[in-house]
């Protein structure tokens, strides 16, 4: 079956350390991006991607960095710049051409230790 | 101040019970989302709706663009239907996202 997967689904980390959340995707998909949730507010992206080698900020890239070497893959690194990292982190996917509703994988829950 | 807007924030209905949760805009879309969050955290697309209404089982999506207003029904709710309610709007290549609505069923 296709689909998002996003791997671990906890992750903890230390002071001053940076980590990086994994999402990979099956669907063939050109679009990748990654979301924060935190409690009470609405889904934030943090990054985009169109395509290979190529990615945007999102409205709180601030402490985060991503890469895009393969179409499949769109990992996230939270860097020790992001004070304030834990949250419920959802990366999702999407064709660029049609109106297909985005996939969501189960995401990742982040905390500090 | 948020472009998506969910109302209500908090919904408890018994059993049975039809239920309306309702999104409001301000900006031009593409599409409309509506999402489903269970407790675990993975989210579901429920329906992309860019006009008039779609109808999925017991859901029921509608869209006003004129208005800017969206509404989710659920007809005969079923405690199997507790979850949050997240409605979305696409905007050139990203979704922006309500707060969500937070339903429970009860038996």
């Known amino acids: 079956d296709g689909g998002i997967t996003q791997s671990p689904k906890y992750l903890f980390r230390k002071e001053g350390q940076n980590v990086t959340l994994s999402c990979e995707q099956n669907l063939n998909h050109d679009a990748m991006y990654w979301y924060r949730q935190d409690p009470g507010q609405g889904l934030r992206l943090i990054y985009y991607s169109q395509i290979v080698n190529d990615f945007q900020k999102g409205d709180i890239a601030e402490g985060y960095s991503v890469s895009r070497e393969k179409k499949e893959s769109f990992p996230l690194t939270v860097t020790s710049a992001q004070k304030n990292p834990t949250a419920f982190y959802l990366c999702a996917s999407r064709p660029l051409v049609g109106l297909e509703p985005q996939h969501f994988g189960d995401g990742t829950r982040l905390s500090i230790l | 101040k948020n472009e998506v807007e969910q109302s209500p924030q908090n919904l408890t209905a018994q059993e049975g019970e039809f239920i309306t949760i309702n999104c409001s805009y301000s900006?031009?879309?593409?599409?409309l989302h509506w999402l489903q969050q269970h407790p675990g955290g993975g989210i579901v697309s429920l329906f992309m709706?860019?006009?008039g209404k779609k109808k999925h089982g017991r859901l029921i999506a509608t869209i006003n663009i004129q208005e800017k207003h969206s509404s989710l029904h659920i007809t005969a709710s079923h405690p199997r239907d507790s979850a949050v309610y997240i409605c979305a709007v696409l905007t050139g290549y990203a979704l922006n996202f309500g707060k969500g609505t937070s339903l429970l069923v009860t038996p």
């Open positions: 709706l860019s006009s």
């Open positions: 900006v031009g879309i593409s599409a």
